[in-house]
Nanobody
Framework: QVQLVESGGGSVQPGGSLRLSCGVS????????MGWYRQAPGKRRELVAA???????NYADSVKGRFTISRDNAKNTVYLQMNSLKPEDTAVYYC????????????????????WGQGTQVTVSS
């Protein structure tokens, strides 16, 4: 059974930073495409970052230049480094995984993913 567990959320002032982590079990992590998406109250889910098994990344325009996704295959963990946070980044952030996506290009749609974690709250406020 595939399990994803996020950690690292919290409250931060605008301009601050947070790093989210997601530990994965029950899957051959090194071959899975991974991603982070978020959902704010009353808004649609947004895929903010994705990374292929080979380390190729893609970002939503709203976070490009501020967020960085990375992975450590030895630790079965994917990270999301979030810098220069803005109030509009406030949302529940979810780690997501695809057990079948094998394209060398990173996924651009949440439809490509089939597992996700419980989420971690990120609040950006002064």
């Amino acid at each position: 059974q595939v399990q994803l567990v996020e950690s690292g959320g919290g409250s931060v002032q605008p301009g601050g930073s947070l790093r989210l982590s997601c530990g994965v079990s029950g899957s051959i992590f090194s071959i899975n495409a991974m991603g982070w998406y978020r959902q704010a109250p009353g808004k649609r889910r947004e895929l903010v970052a994705a990374i292929t098994s080979g380390g190729i990344t893609n970002y939503a325009d709203s976070v490009k230049g501020r967020f960085t996704i990375s992975r450590d295959n030895a630790k079965n963990t994917v990270y999301l480094q979030m810098n220069s946070l803005k109030p509009e980044d406030t949302a529940v952030y979810y780690c997501t995984l695809s057990t079948y996506y094998r394209d060398y290009r990173p996924p651009k749609s949440l439809d490509e993913f089939d597992h996700w974690g419980q989420g971690t709250q990120v609040t950006v406020s002064s």
